[in-house]
Every structure is written in structure tokens, then in C-alpha cells.
């Protein structure tokens, strides 16, 4: 699948610079002209004229909702509220997905927790169908008592998790190396809230309290500023779009590393036991190119 296309004739030049125009703006969300809701019936809600999107979860379903745009690559935002209380068993997703059996996908997952204990996020990058790349960490803030920002740069040269401008996680393109990289397929956001107490929350030893439902999480401010799929590829002019070639400097390389000494749970790089013979290949790069 072609990821770019240049010009050939001064029709297409035309149909291209339209296409350029928008694919390179940035979207402030409209959560009725940029999502749809596509499950849960009335327990996807909009508000305020479409700037707050919320899903509830109860014992019958849950909800989610979608981008009505599909991207290949870009720096997508969301601010999220997430599910307060005793969320044990719960799970609120926001990614990014191609469709297929050799998917690729951009994974924040916020796994639910007793009251009192700390959410985790859940990261993990697909490529090709394949994942097992989790990373996983625990808030320094509670996720449930405001709106924080939580953004996914994807560019051709890596792939950066950020929570409130802080990166926690970084993801490079190493096919050089023989390591798939998403730059292929084009992908369209997705999240929902979903019960999955059989594993969320402490490997699915705490189940969902029903009696607290409905569960909510609430959604606004969703931004995109990205290559928008249209007429069958995508195209984006690198010089007019800074997430094009955005890397860490080396402060935020600096905030990486005190999140990730203070507040990672889970790295699938430091696993003995699920890779007793030897580490992706990623992990021995990562720090290093």
C-alpha cells in the first residue's frame, strides 16, 4: 500500500494541492464532526455542542467511538477523564489501528484499580499484526479527579507516547535492523470502555464491583494534526509539518527517563522470563541510536 505520491501532471498537481491543504491543518475535535459513535447505543454521550464525548460501561455493554478520519501519520491529542472510584476491571482504551490480519496499532490502555490504588497505563506497539512490545507505568497525578493530555506522536522516524507534554515512551524505527515499523498502513483512532476483569487488574484477580456502575470516562479537546487518508493514499508536504521529523532533545530525553525510573511497572524488554533466550532486538537499541 502506497504510503505517498508525488505530482505527475498538472491535474494531479491540482487534486494535490488540495489534498496537501488539508491534510496538513490541525483539527481542533469537534467530537460530532470528527468521531462517530459505532457501539454502547446511548452510552456514548455528547455534549456541549460537541466538545465533551463521554462512555459509560454497565453490566450489559460498553461503548466507543472512532475517528470518522483515517491517518498515516501524525500527532493526535486527547484529553481524558478517567473512570473514578473503584474502577477494578475496567479498562479505557484510546489508539490507533489499521484493519486486517497483519494490523498495525498505537496502544494507551488505562487498566482500572481499587479506590486508592494507582491507575497503569498500558502501551504496546503492533506492527504487522504482532505485538508484545508492552510497556507499562503508573500515573504521578490521579487521572480522575481532571482532564490531562494524553498525545501520540508517529512520525516516519519513531513512535512517542506523552502524557501532559512529558514523553514516557519511545518506539524507533529500526528496520534497518530487521524490526517491523508502522508506516504502512493507514490508521484510524479508536476508544472504548470495557469490562475485562479477567485480566485488567492485577492479572484478573480483582473483578468489577457492578454495583458501582454505570462507569465513565469523559473525552475533550480531541486534536489532530496529521496526514489525513483520502482518495486512496496520503500526502504530506515534510517541510510545513514540525511532528514530520519531531524527535527528543535532550530534556525531554531527560523527562523520559525520570518517568520511566520512578513510574514504569512493566518493561517487556527486562523480561527474563517471557524472552529466556534473548531480548527483541529493539531493546538493546533503544537508548543507544
Given at each position: 500500500?502506497?504510503?505517498?505520491?508525488?505530482?505527475?501532471?498538472a491535474?494531479?498537481?491540482?487534486?494535490?494541492?488540495?489534498?496537501i491543504?488539508?491534510?496538513?491543518a490541525?483539527?481542533?475535535?469537534?467530537?460530532?464532526?470528527?468521531?462517530?459513535?459505532?457501539?454502547?447505543k446511548?452510552?456514548?454521550?455528547?455534549?456541549?455542542?460537541?466538545?465533551?464525548?463521554?462512555?459509560?460501561?454497565?453490566?450489559?455493554?460498553?461503548?466507543?467511538?472512532?475517528?470518522?478520519?483515517?491517518?498515516?501519520?501524525?500527532?493526535?491529542?486527547?484529553?481524558?477523564?478517567?473512570?473514578?472510584?473503584?474502577?477494578?476491571?475496567?479498562v479505557?482504551?484510546?489508539?490507533?489501528?489499521?484493519?486486517?490480519?497483519?494490523?498495525?496499532?498505537?496502544?494507551?490502555?488505562?487498566?482500572?484499580?481499587?479506590?486508592?490504588?494507582?491507575?497503569?497505563?498500558?502501551?504496546n506497539?503492533?506492527?504487522?499484526?504482532k505485538?508484545?512490545?508492552?510497556?507499562?507505568?503508573?500515573?504521578?497525578?490521579?487521572?480522575?479527579?481532571?482532564?490531562?493530555?494524553?498525545?501520540?506522536?508517529?512520525?516516519?522516524?519513531r513512535?512517542?507516547?506523552?502524557?501532559?507534554?512529558?514523553?514516557?515512551?519511545?518506539?524507533?524505527?529500526?528496520?534497518?535492523?530487521?524490526?517491523?515499523?508502522?508506516?504502512?498502513?493507514?490508521?484510524?483512532?479508536?476508544?472504548?470502555?470495557?469490562?475485562?476483569?479477567?485480566w485488567?487488574?492485577r492479572?484478573?484477580?480483582?473483578?468489577?464491583?457492578?454495583?458501582?456502575?454505570?462507569?465513565?470516562?469523559?473525552?475533550?479537546n480531541?486534536?489532530?494534526?496529521?496526514?489525513?487518508?483520502?482518495?486512496?493514499?496520503?500526502?504530506?508536504?515534510?517541510?510545513?509539518?514540525?511532528?514530520?521529523w519531531?524527535?527528543?532533545?535532550?530534556?525531554?530525553?531527560?523527562?523520559?527517563?525520570?518517568?520511566?525510573?520512578?513510574?514504569?511497572?512493566?518493561?517487556?524488554?527486562t523480561?527474563?522470563?517471557?524472552?529466556?533466550?534473548?531480548?527483541?532486538?529493539?531493546?538493546?537499541?533503544?537508548?543507544?541510536?
Amino acid at each position: 500500500m502506497a504510503a505517498f505520491r508525488s505530482p505527475s501532471s498538472a491535474s494531479t498537481g491540482l487534486v494535490l494541492l488540495f489534498l496537501i491543504s488539508f491534510c496538513v491543518a490541525a483539527f481542533a475535535g469537534n467530537f460530532y464532526q470528527n468521531c462517530d459513535t459505532v457501539w454502547g447505543k446511548d452510552r456514548a454521550q455528547i455534549y456541549d455542542g460537541g466538545n465533551l464525548l463521554t462512555l459509560s460501561l454497565d453490566k450489559i455493554s460498553g461503548s466507543g467511538f472512532q475517528s470518522k478520519n483515517e491517518y498515516l501519520f501524525g500527532k493526535i491529542d486527547m484529553q481524558l477523564k478517567l473512570v473514578p472510584g473503584n474502577s477494578a476491571g475496567t479498562v479505557t482504551t484510546y489508539y490507533l489501528s489499521s484493519k486486517g490480519e497483519t494490523w498495525d496499532e498505537i496502544d494507551f490502555e488505562f487498566l482500572g484499580n481499587l479506590s486508592g490504588h494507582p491507575y497503569i497505563v498500558h502501551t504496546n506497539v503492533f506492527c504487522q499484526g504482532k505485538g508484545n512490545r508492552e510497556q507499562q507505568f503508573y500515573l504521578w497525578f490521579d487521572p480522575t479527579a481532571d482532564f490531562h493530555t494524553y498525545s501520540i506522536l508517529w512520525n516516519p522516524q519513531r513512535i512517542v507516547f506523552y502524557v501532559d507534554g512529558i514523553p514516557i515512551r519511545e518506539f524507533k524505527n529500526l528496520e534497518f535492523l530487521g524490526v517491523p515499523f508502522p508506516n504502512k498502513q493507514k490508521m484510524r483512532l479508536y476508544s472504548s470502555l470495557w469490562n475485562a476483569d479477567n485480566w485488567a487488574t492485577r492479572g484478573g484477580l480483582v473483578k468489577t464491583d457492578w454495583s458501582k456502575a454505570p462507569f465513565k470516562a469523559s473525552y475533550r479537546n480531541f486534536n489532530t494534526d496529521a496526514c489525513v487518508w483520502s482518495y486512496g493514499s496520503s500526502y504530506c508536504s515534510p517541510n510545513k509539518n514540525a511532528w514530520y521529523w519531531e524527535e527528543l532533545d535532550f530534556a525531554k530525553k531527560g523527562q523520559m527517563k525520570w518517568v520511566q525510573d520512578n513510574y514504569m511497572v512493566y518493561n517487556y524488554c527486562t523480561d527474563k522470563k517471557r524472552f529466556p533466550y534473548g531480548f527483541p532486538t529493539e531493546c538493546a537499541f533503544a537508548n543507544i541510536l
